[in-house]
């Protein structure tokens, strides 16, 4: 509004950055296969650029500066960088442990970044000018912009004097789990065969349009296939070629063939289970970004909060998350990723069913902000802590989602362009966009019915994600 816009647009401006974010995350997967460093340095400075811009919104009133801001800051983001380092770079063993140390980490940072929002928020309004650019304005709305601007600045610094490169053992290690003749790698192979069955009739058709070729490729054919007969199953690739057993050739990287054989190639690779991770963490998206998301605009026109009640409540949530994905870090020791994932998604499910209000099914009044006195109504305090149980349950199973489909991916999908922390970021942004879009398509239709028209269908994708891991418990077994 201090814009001169709607409400219903926050989501709009919020998604903004994601939306952007899956533009730039080819580019960022592509810098990644030859160093991390000057990727991270470049994202840094586009942090800063962007949230510099997203501040003197307020002083241009303008809606255009805030969303350039906004989606500068999207080219910026990280994540794909985050995610591949911590496939890379961490073994096996501890890949559960690490992703949910970095779930923690975003908690942390998610609990900051309310926290500084409720203390500059507290701090005088003043006016300042900076070279080139009019004159700024320091209040509640633009503070968070500046001081985010600076602290990526501050980042970035920090790269330059003390990032090092890292050894990519979890690659290694990956590689060499399906080299050995153990049960991983039959469990991969088993895994691999299950998704080409549904792609028979396309193999039908491409051997149906080779039919042309000369008596001489067709000779050459049947003695391929004789060879075939006489090799292992193992010594085959998803689309029937022969492997090498030279670790240098598996190893080096596709040159001279162009991203269009990688992009080919990451379709080929793409596994059952990779396919169902990828759902779950697109659905999981959406359902997070249904909860995180609408928060001010629901508690504004539900609740009357301000900008320090909605930054209480994240920094709350911040919090909760941190010994929440310690506590994941430890049972990911004793327990498979499969099974802790439908725990936490159930504990999600719980949580938002304390936010569903059955009252505004058959109250419609616009003039009303609640059905304060309603019995089943959902006034405050049974927001809070809906808003906890689903925020702590949904964070928890990203660590064991993202680590199960890092477990389960062939090796040929763990390096190159088209990685699986790419397909990770691609489908996870891609989710958090949709979701922000559906806010704001929701929020046009109903402010004052905006948390059913959100909360229900996010819950259908959590309880369908269930169902999903369920159905196909043992193809995610690791």
């Known amino acids: 509004e201090a814009l001169g816009s709607s409400d219903a647009l926050s989501g709009l401006m919020i998604g903004a950055a994601p939306w952007f974010a899956l533009t730039s995350s080819v580019a960022y997967s592509y810098?990644?296969?030859?160093?991390?460093?000057?990727?991270?340095?470049?994202?840094?400075?586009?942090?800063?650029?962007?949230n510099l811009m997203y501040a003197n919104a307020y002083g241009y009133r303008s809606v255009e500066l805030c969303l350039i801001g906004r989606a500068i800051t999207g080219l910026g983001a990280p994540r794909i960088i985050n995610r591949r380092y911590v496939a890379d770079a961490t073994p096996f063993s501890?890949?559960?442990?690490?992703?949910?140390?970095?779930?923690?980490?975003?908690?942390?940072?998610?609990?900051?970044?309310?926290?500084?929002?409720?203390?500059?928020?507290?701090?005088d309004e003043f006016e300042f000018r900076l070279p080139l650019l009019k004159e700024q304005y320091f209040n509640g709305m633009t503070a968070p912009g500046y001081f985010m601007a600076l602290?990526?600045?501050?980042?970035t610094l920090c790269i330059i004097f003390f990032f090092g490169e890292?050894?990519?053992?979890?690659?290694?290690?990956?590689?060499?789990?399906?080299?050995?003749?153990?049960?991983?790698?039959?469990?991969?192979?088993?895994?691999?065969?299950?998704?080409l069955s549904e792609v028979e009739l396309a193999a039908v058709s491409q051997d149906s349009n080779n039919k042309g070729?000369?008596?001489?490729?067709?000779?050459?054919?049947?003695?391929?296939?004789?060879?075939?007969?006489?090799?292992?199953?193992?010594?085959?690739?998803?689309d029937g070629s022969a492997t090498k057993d030279d670790a240098s050739h598996v190893d080096a990287p596709p040159t001279g063939k162009g991203r269009g054989h990688q992009y080919c190639g990451c379709i080929k690779n793409m596994t059952r289970p990779v396919i169902i991770c990828m759902s779950l963490i697109f659905m999981k998206r959406i359902?997070?970004?249904?909860?995180?998301?609408?928060?001010?605009?629901?508690?504004?026109?539900?609740?009357?909060?301000?900008?320090?009640?909605?930054?209480?409540?994240?920094?709350?949530?911040?919090?909760?998350?941190?010994?929440?994905?310690?506590?994941?870090?430890?049972?990911?020791?004793l327990y498979e990723d499969r099974l802790m994932s439908v725990w936490f998604l159930a504990i999600t499910l719980l949580g938002m069913a304390f936010l569903f209000d059955p009252t505004d099914l058959w109250n419609r009044e616009d003039g009303a902000m609640f059905n304060e006195g309603a019995p089943l109504a959902t006034g405050p305090a049974r927001y809070i802590a809906g808003s906890l149980?689903?925020?702590?349950?949904?964070?928890?199973?990203?660590?064991?989602?993202?680590?199960?489909?890092?477990?389960?991916?062939?090796?040929?999908l763990a390096q190159?362009?088209?990685?699986?922390?790419?397909?990770?970021?691609?489908?996870?942004?891609?989710?958090?966009?949709?979701?922000?879009?559906?806010?704001?398509?929701?929020?046009?239709?109903?402010?004052?019915?905006?948390?059913?028209?959100?909360?229900?269908?996010?819950?259908?994708?959590?309880?369908?994600?269930?169902?999903?891991?369920?159905?196909?418990?043992?193809?995610l077994a690791v």
């Open 389 to 412: 149980i689903a925020f702590s349950g949904i964070e928890a199973c990203e660590s064991y989602v993202a680590s199960l489909m890092s477990k389960v991916v062939p090796s040929a």
């Open 287 to 333: 359902a997070l970004e249904s909860i995180v998301g609408s928060t001010s605009i629901v508690t504004k026109n539900r609740y009357g909060w301000n900008i320090e009640n909605v930054g209480t409540l994240h920094l709350v949530n911040g919090i909760i998350v941190i010994p929440v994905s310690v506590f994941s870090g430890y049972l990911s020791t």
């Open 213 to 238: 070729a000369g008596l001489d490729a067709k000779e050459s054919m049947r003695d391929d296939d004789v060879e075939r007969q006489d090799s292992s199953p193992d010594d085959f690739d998803d």
């Open 94 to 123: 501890l890949r559960t442990a690490a992703s949910a140390a970095f779930a923690m980490a975003t908690a942390l940072g998610a609990a900051l970044g309310p926290g500084m929002a409720i203390l500059l928020n507290r701090m």
């Open 416 to 475: 190159g362009t088209f990685n699986s922390g790419l397909l990770a970021t691609l489908v996870g942004t891609g989710g958090r966009a949709v979701g922000d879009i559906f806010i704001t398509l929701m929020g046009l239709i109903s402010i004052r019915n905006l948390l059913n028209l959100l909360i229900i269908p996010g819950a259908s994708l959590v309880g369908f994600s269930i169902l999903l891991i369920l159905w196909n418990y043992e193809l």
């Open 31 to 50: 810098w990644t296969n030859y160093n991390y460093k000057q990727p991270i340095l470049f994202a840094g400075t586009l942090q800063f650029v962007g």
């Open 166 to 195: 890292p050894t990519r053992s979890g690659l290694e290690e990956l590689r060499q789990r399906e080299g050995s003749g153990g049960p991983t790698a039959a469990e991969t192979d088993s895994k691999k065969t299950s998704l």
């Open 151 to 155: 602290s990526w600045f501050v980042y």
